[in-house]
């Protein structure tokens, strides 16, 4: 869906729960209530494949304003500090963009949902506690500038995209390239138009949904998400009861599926059976779609 500008993930995901008429609702990968742009929910049995979707790259377009650090590095904060950025020069601006570009340690925002002693960050923050967290790896796969703007004397917004690995922070973005350029910097907006291969114009708002909850299939959904394998009914009948068939790709190989990388097994109506992950000569089931019910259940461990 198309998250709207103030509304948390949470949010959504108690809206879509009464609008599909289940509690069994949920989300892959949080968007600031600032932010708005592509959060992919899944519905009942669904939400399985959500742990798969979590992981994949992110695309965003955002703003960036230099010559001002907030407590939050985005726009919703309080601003810490104000340093002209009068004169920064797009040459400055490529060399910082370039040097935050590929894989890079990130340290996340202090006012992240990252989980300190088993209380959120800015909970922490909020409580007036100074919080440091550590930098981890994160890979920027595009950095791109559009435009630089110098509307005011004192700062310089940039109109960027984004496109990076799960797990980085834009607005700790924004925040290095300022400090990169001595001027401090942070997030005044963030729009995520790509999450894996869902992408923003098959997104649809709360109120088209409302009007009419016509969401992917799972079929369909899986299909694009991982790599695919064609079960004969023999296979799909063999798969459903959790048991073993024979590998799709010996492991190690190309196309070889794995139990984080599980490939999508599909019986020969269409119909997505369980996700499977190949092992010496056999594939293993990591999760089972039962047929009939419409439950998801993880595969019984084999004798």
């Known amino acids: 869906m198309d998250k709207p500008q103030g509304w948390t993930s949470h949010d959504v995901v108690g809206r879509m729960r009464r609008l599909a ?4 609702v949920g989300h892959a990968g949080t968007l600031d209530p600032m932010a708005t742009g592509v959060l992919v929910l899944g ?18 377009t955002a703003t960036i304003r230099l010559g001002q650090s907030t407590v939050t590095d985005d726009a919703e904060g309080e601003v810490t500090a104000t340093t002209s950025a009068a004169g920064i020069t797009d040459e400055d601006i490529d060399d910082g963009v370039a040097a935050l570009t590929g894989d890079i340690q990130q340290v996340p925002s202090s006012v992240s949902a990252i989980k300190v002693n088993g209380e959120r960050a800015y909970a922490r923050v909020r409580s007036g506690e100074d919080v ?13 500038v559009h435009a630089v703007r110098r509307d005011t004397a004192e700062v ?26 001595g001027v401090g910097g942070h997030l005044t907006a963030l729009r995520r138009t790509k999450v894996g291969p869902y992408a923003l114009d098959q997104a649809r708002t709360l109120e088209q949904l409302a009007e ?22 023999e296979e799909a009948a063999e798969v459903s009861f959790g ?5 799709g790709a010996a492991p190690g190989t190309p196309g070889a599926a794995t139990a984080e990388h599980p490939a999508a097994a599909f019986a020969p109506d269409g119909s997505l059976v369980a996700l499977l ?3 010496g000569s056999y594939a293993k ?5 039962a047929p009939g019910n419409g439950a998801a259940a993880t595969a019984p461990a084999e004798p």
Request: net charge positive.
């Open 277 to 279: 992950a190949d092992a």
């Open 156 to 181: 310089v917004d940039l109109d960027v995209t984004v496109e990076c690995s799960s797990g980085t922070y834009i607005r700790a973005l924004a925040r290095d390239l300022g400090n990169t350029l």
């Open 285 to 289: 089931p990591v999760l089972v779609f």
């Open 243 to 247: 048991r073993r068939i024979a590998a």
């Open 21 to 24: 008429g289940t509690r069994k």
């Open 132 to 144: 440091k967290l550590a930098a981890r790896p994160v890979t920027i796969h595009r950095f791109e």
């Open 212 to 233: 009419d909850l016509n969401v992917l299939d799972m079929s369909l959904a899986a299909r694009v998400l991982m790599p695919n394998r064609e079960l004969t009914a």
């Open 43 to 60: 519905i009942n049995k669904a939400t399985r494949l959500l742990t798969y979707i979590v992981g994949t790259s992110k695309t965003y």
